[in-house]
């Protein structure tokens, strides 16, 4: 294990790559080279006839290669003597050169290379679907980023054995033995939380941390856990933790989110038995999402050993507290292992303090944790191998780490302090978080984390029994998706549970000063090139990030990305993008890093920016924080500069139309005018710009002549809204529709079956949702869900969250409930393959892999069928599915800045609280129930509601901080009944004083405005 260990303090040396041919030469003396991708990997042929895939550890066997022949016919050789040969659709590896495959290498404009068959110029071997490791090699066309590849040499390469860390993360006790039954989770636990009962490493996964890891954050430091024994790892990250620089870049170089490393708590000492059979009993691990802990518990010798993890927001440090039980010791070295390529230093641990630092294209970092040991004859020291620790009743683990980053400073995007001053300002956090000790860290993280948490409860009941379960959630995962089992009291508590652990993650990795917004895996990544750079992808999924912002009452976590966008909309990189395609303002092309830097991916997907401003406007409509949109008027109007430059006007119909748009990620059509998608982008965009020249007045800044203009446009758009009739052509019926159904287009011009069957976007459905374009009694609502269930209930995970909104906004709870049925069906593939959405047990939402938008995207579906409020009004249960007969939802939150709670029994509302926190005009809808008919009260005072001419109901004369109560069992006034006798449609039973009965007893009541006897 000694040796096992000192890998870890090997120096990660930068990887040099060089753009250079190979040597090419024969078998008889072969001359190796690397072959490493720009994307950071390396090639690997495994074994004998296994897929050539990469690796991020260039120590692994079957990665170094020589090539025989010429530049234009040669075959691969590895070091083992296993050749490259393609197989008509991967890349595999062969003992035979007579199979292997004749290739060539093609010299790229970004001065890397792509190696091609010879028998297929025209695409290059490519990483397929990502450009993480383990990824499969096949062909794609010429020239794409993830062809891009160069030769290194021997000398130029970092050759540090990461599957060391594998090693020693595998090395466990022979026996660990889970917690027998339920009561033996710990009595400090909450009733919402995500539990194992082993290991993450006794687990054998093909991706431990993807499956099993649990994350834990406090808005920009966190970390994933894996609840070893013998060594626990503590895998952490950075937010700002970013390669790459403000510029349009190729996409494998225009940055990636990169792993910070981990910290190792490894046991030692005396007396330690790894091969013993049954060493550890009652082993629990634990992610309590109320109070955002993290757990392990197990006993040994007779005893309870207790680990507890959190990341602190108000201390900013993750802290890892271990005890063990009276007459038995700890005894730890606790040491870092860097992440790959962050170009750090060597680790170095002195007292009671390990450091490491380094830098990456612009920003520089550091990290350092402190060791606290305590109990009678505890002891410490500091060698070359970590920090060690003996003979202590608790162990205190504090880390701390930051970068450099300023995302206010469009030129250096640093704050510009010193290595030094990064240094000292970790260590002070360190030490004052040592003084406060373990007990005053907790108390503190958890009273600041549950004044995020607390305000939205959901408690669901199947009529009879509410929401819970005793399962690990593992068992509770595969349990669901049997049968019927997501009707009963386990599978509502895993909906339930599902909800707010989206609203656990948001909290956990978008809340604090630091004004970077959560990317495709949050905050939590453990590789150096993480499937799509792990980026700011803008296309729908850091949208789809913050869906559930502000509806779950978390409108604070909404900051980072509204941050972001105001000062990028500023970014060389961002204006620049503009001036490309010849207008003024900003946009953003859809791969983007937190510098304002782009790749070239699909350039003329330039409506980013539009979206980017309606979460602007969103946050004003929930907060009505003036204020604040003060600050972010100048960067929704100058998004709306670039589009009142950019529109065209069609000679034949004369609207104005978005120009050469694309309708993510629909390749067939890369290129049409009008394109449902960016219309409907650009028509809320003017519309959210002109409203808020309304509410700010003189102080937008604008000329009347600047108004006027963009109101002709807003007037003049081509709306988005065309339809088409089903042809039959993929089938009759197909995912229900059949010929000659109405369905709303994708496209101006090209026709639905240029689309890809079933595609996961539903980019010509913004109307429906996020927007409230199209609604019911709408005249194109009808052809928009028609269109949406054409589309079909499969995807990948991130889809199946936007359909979740999408089946709430077309008020069909049921259909909602089948999509959230998919979204937690347990995913079987870590690698990229988009029929493998779902979910894996530490209920990480997957693309396939691990994408946090899925996630997020059914936490604020969920929020959808149960309130909606975007139109303006507050419709109350509007989507709720059958299976939800009976439950409560509190604090939602609603446009206008209005907080909600709901219960309801037998699929209809009982009590509603409406707070209004700024007095705007309150109109409420609660299905078909007349809302004169029930009583309503202001403050305590009774009132009767005003009906609309749109069935909805106004309740007048609402002021700043009143109560609302709408008391759905009880009639108004003293002679109720009269009201009730009056009210033939409504669905309650009374009894003669006017309360509403729900129970079967005998005598007089009224039901339909008619009285019976029981």
Known sequence: MKRILSLFLLCIIAVASWAQLPEFSSTDSPKFFFVKFASGNFLNAPS??????????????????????????FKMVTENGLWCKYSGDRFVATDSQNDASALGIYSRSDGNFEIYITSDTSRGMNQWGATSAGVELGLWQRNNGNNSLNFVTIEDVDLTDYSALDAALSTEYAQVSASATYTSLPEDINDLRVWFNKPGTKTGVGNVWMEYSQPIGNGHLGASLFGGIYCDQLQFNEKSLWSGKSELATTPTYGFYRNFGSLLVVEEGEGLDLTKTNPITKYVRYLDIEDAVGGVNFNRGGGLFTRRYIASEPDDVIAAHYTAPEGQKLAFCISYYPGESINNSRPVYNEAYGEFHGSLDLVSYNTQFRVVPLGEGASIYADEKGIHVANADEVLVLLAGKTDYDGTNMKTFTTGASAEDLATDIRTILDRAADKGWAALLADHKTNYRSYFDRVKLNLSTGTADAASNKNTQSLVDYFSQSTNYKTKDGLYLQQLYFQYGRYLMISCSRGPLQVPSNLQGLWNNKANAPWHSDVHTNINIQMNYWPAEPTNLSECHMPLLDHIINLSN???????????????????????????????????????????????????????????????????AAAKFWTERLKKNSADGTWECPNEWSPENHSVSKENAVAHAQQLVIELLQNVSDAIDVLGDEANVTDTQVKNLRTKLEGMDTGLHTETYDGAWG???????????????????PYSKAEKNHRHLSHLMCLYPFNQVYPGHEYFEPAVNSLRHRGDAATGWSLGWKVNCWARAQDGDHAMIIIRNALKHSTSYETDQNKGGVYYNLYDSHAPFQIDGNFGTCAGIAELLMQSGTGIIDLLPALPSVWPKGEVSGLKAVGNFTIDIAWEKKLPTLVTIRSHKGQPLRVKAGEIDLTT???????????????????????????????????????????????????????????????????????????GKKVIR
């Open 934 to 1008: 029930v009583l309503v009260a202001v403050n305590g005072a009774e009132v009767t509601p005003v009906k609309n001419e749109d069935g909805t109901f106004t309740i007048e004369g609402v002021q700043a901080d009143d109560v609302v109560t709408i008391d759905f069992t009880s009639t108004p006034g003293a002679e109720g009944i009269e009201s009730v006798k009056a009210n033939t449609k409504t669905p309650y039973t009374f009894d003669l004083q006017g309360r509403r009965n729900t129970n079967t007893g005998n005598g007089i009541f009224v039901t339909g």
């Open 571 to 637: 970014s060389p990189g961002w204006t620049q993008a503009a001036k490309n395609n010849g207008q003024t303002g900003w946009t953003v092309y859809t791969e983007s890093n937190i510098f304002g830097g782009m790749s070239d991916f699909m350039p003329n997907y330039v409506v980013a920016n539009a979206w980017y401003c309606t979460h602007l406007w969103q946050h004003y409509r929930y907060t009505l924080d003036r204020d604040y949109l003060k600050r972010a008027f100048p960067t929704m109007w």
């Open 732 to 750: 009759n019926p197909f995912n229900g529709i059949s010929k000659g159904t109405e369905l709303l287009r994708e496209w101006k011009v090209s």
């Open 48 to 73: 004998n006839g296994a897929k050539l895939v990469t690796t991020n550890s260039a120590a692994k066997p079957g990665t170094q290669w020589a090539f025989v022949g010429s530049k234009s016919n």
